[in-house]
């Protein structure tokens, strides 16, 4: 079946710091690929999505592209800010699916 | 923007008890969704319905039950709760399985 996979956390990074959160999944066909951020206190927000191979996603300084070729959907952001301390999940659907796969999260510390 | 509201952020039950967790959502979306997230394991999938009176097991169906007898409200339901259903519960809708998920804050159940 369909399986998500994301690098383990916690990460902490120092303000500015570049960030990379890696994601691998198992599926066939052509998913669709999304990153959710759930703040302290809150439920999951979409911060982005790819619906086809090499498209990329864009939100809040955030980025992840949709590699086909090594099943890989890694964020990444540039400059982080203490604002960013969140978890993170990576997840897939299929057209036609009723449901999300999601991964296990990611737990992210920005320090001043 | 769409709004899933969840009827308590915090609840305490005992063993035994019969409880109800409540989801509303207002932007007349097909499907609704209850996960249950704890830490290490993440998101995991209870129940969802993709239309009034239809409901679909989830991967950890045991020990719960579900009611959507209207499109805006989905009801889950603990028989008769054990501690080992202490846990955050998270409530979401789509418009249809493909399309982004939105979720409600969460319940923070515990079950003394």
């Known amino acids: 079946g369909d399986s998500v996979t994301q690098m383990e956390g916690p990460v902490t990074l120092s303000e500015e710091a570049c960030l990379t959160i890696n994601c691998t999944y198992t599926a066939t066909g052509y998913p669709s690929l999304f990153w959710y951020v759930q703040y302290p206190g809150e439920g999951l927000q979409l911060l982005l999505k790819a619906t086809k191979a090499d498209d990329k996603g864009s939100n809040k300084g955030f980025e992840a592209t949709y590699r086909k070729e090594t099943t890989s959907f890694h964020l990444e952001k540039g400059s982080v800010q203490v604002s960013d301390s969140a978890v993170y999940f990576c997840a897939l659907s299929h057209q036609g699916a009723q449901k999300l796969v999601f991964g296990q999260g990611t737990r992210l510390t920005i320090n001043p | 923007d769409v709004k899933v509201t969840q009827s308590s952020r915090y609840l305490v039950k005992r063993t035994g008890e019969k409880v109800f967790l409540e989801c509303v959502q207002d932007?007349?979306?097909?499907?609704m969704f209850w996960y249950r997230q704890d830490p290490g394991l993440g998101l995991r999938l209870i129940y969802f319905?993709?239309?009034?009176?239809?409901?679909e097991k989830g991967d950890i169906p045991e020990g719960y039950s579900v009611s959507r007898e209207k499109k805006e409200r989905f009801s889950l339901i603990l028989e008769s709760a054990s501690t080992n259903q202490t846990s955050m519960y998270l409530c979401?809708?789509?418009?249809?399985?493909?399309?982004?998920?939105?979720f409600g804050d969460g319940t923070r159940l515990s079950i003394l």
């Open positions: 979401a809708s789509a418009r249809t399985g493909f399309q982004p998920q939105h």
């Open positions: 932007m007349d979306h097909e499907n």
């Open positions: 319905s993709y239309d009034v009176k239809m409901k």
